[in-house]
């Protein structure tokens, strides 16, 4: 079963950094985009970031724009994020999603833009003041 399972959430303080990880099975993520999402306690999902593993283009919500670094590691068929100096506000379930079909190349993987519908259970981030 070709699925995806997001790890490295936890509990950091204010300043401080994690790196989240989205490893696929039952299918490689080469050609696939990857998006990162949050859910916030009593707010809607929201895009984060993500990344065309067909061309390497990348994506970032202007809130975690220099804070936050998609990576993707094909040896590892993961996706990372790595998130640097989080906020009270960066308190979240973050999920990461892909496409069921590779990405054509050139085509944009902005969540607005792509159809994702292959999502993980989610990680929970809790960011301490």
């Known amino acids: ?8 959430g936890g509990l950091v303080q204010v300043g401080g950094s994690l790196r989240l990880s989205c490893a ?3 299918f490689t993520l080469d050609d696939y985009a ?6 916030a306690p009593g707010k809607e999902r929201e895009g984060l970031s993500c ?3 067909s061309d390497g283009s990348v ?5 975690v724009m220099g804070r936050f670094t998609i990576v993707s590691d094909s040896a590892k068929n993961t996706v990372f994020l790595q998130m640097n100096n989080l906020r009270p506000e ?3 379930v973050y999920y990461c999603t892909t496409g069921v079909n590779p990405i054509p190349y050139g085509h944009s993987c902005h969540w607005l833009k792509y159809d994702y519908q292959r999502w993980g259970q989610g990680t929970q ?5």
């Open 1 to 8: 079963e070709a699925q995806v399972v997001e790890s490295g």
């Open 24 to 26: 696929a099975s039952g």
């Open 34 to 39: 990857v998006a990162w999402f949050r859910q």
């Open 51 to 53: 990344i065309s593993n």
């Open 59 to 63: 994506n970032y919500e202007d809130s």
């Open 90 to 92: 960066d308190t979240a």
């Open 125 to 129: 981030v809790i960011v301490s003041s």
